[in-house]
């Protein structure tokens, strides 16, 4: 939901935009008015060691690239699995193909810039970076935080900031978006619940977190770097 949304607001602002994802069928289900739009390019990011070969393509396909959104969410089918039953074998593999990717992918991207003149990178990351969860929204439902979660979200985020200090004298902007919970027509229960908790009352439209992060790649934000957004509709201010 939340790609989709960027890649609308990206289309708006008139950029050329580029999606990496493994699911060319996807793309393909999309509407021709939306795919002329943008390129696609198939490309499997839980593939570590990989990384560094597809952004020396993409950088010399397309001649370098100002801006770069790390959004992506894989996991394993077991991911879901309440704190007990989580294994070792699954949390490694979370941590890598989720927060690993992000990292190394930032790494090699952020050192193309830092070479050509400068660039920005956005990490989406979570509240759950911020603040641990309320499991007690979940009662009655099906509905968890994944153990993983939280310190992977985490991760991403102070990595962010690790990158940002790294590059800031070579003209790299990083920053993290941290999104609450976006409204996906989940249980009624948890919805109350959730709603309670939020200063305006409410989930976030997809849409209203794309914006922030299509607002850290332009000149509004030139002066801003090594940043966590919060865009959670208050959740975090009390």
């Known amino acids: ?53 597809i952004v020396e393509d993409l950088w010399a396909k397309y001649d370098g690239i100002d801006n770069w959104i790390n959004n992506a969410y894989p996991r394993t089918k077991d991911w879901a699995n309440k704190l007990e039953d989580v294994s070792v074998e699954s949390w490694r593999k979370n941590v890598d193909v989720q927060m690993n990717s992000y990292c190394i992918i930032s790494n090699e991207i952020a050192k193309k810039m830092a070479a050509s003149g400068g660039g920005n990178i956005v990490n989406v990351s979570s509240i759950q970076a ?35 200090s790294y590059f800031g004298n070579r003209n790299v902007r990083v920053n993290a978006v941290c999104p609450g919970g976006v409204f996906n027509n989940q249980d009624e229960s948890f919805l109350k619940r959730y709603n309670r908790k939020t200063l305006l009352g409410r ?28 865009v959670d509709g208050g959740w975090t201010a009390i």
């Open 1 to 53: 939901m939340i790609g989709g949304a960027i890649t609308t607001a990206l289309i708006e602002c008139e950029s050329e935009v580029i999606i990496l994802d493994i699911d060319e069928d996807k793309y393909n289900a999309l509407p021709d008015s939306v795919k002329s739009s943008i390129n696609f390019e198939k490309a499997d990011l839980t593939q570590l060691e990989e990384i560094s070969g």
């Open 130 to 164: 911020l603040k641990a969860p309320d499991f007690s929204i979940y009662e009655g439902t099906e509905m968890t935080t994944p153990a993983a979660y939280t310190p992977i979200k985490a991760g991403i985020m102070m990595y962010s900031k690790y990158l940002a």
């Open 203 to 230: 989930m976030a439209d997809p849409e209203e977190v794309a914006r922030p992060v299509v607002f850290l790649l332009t000149d509004a934000a030139s002066y801003i770097t090594g940043s966590a957004l919060t």
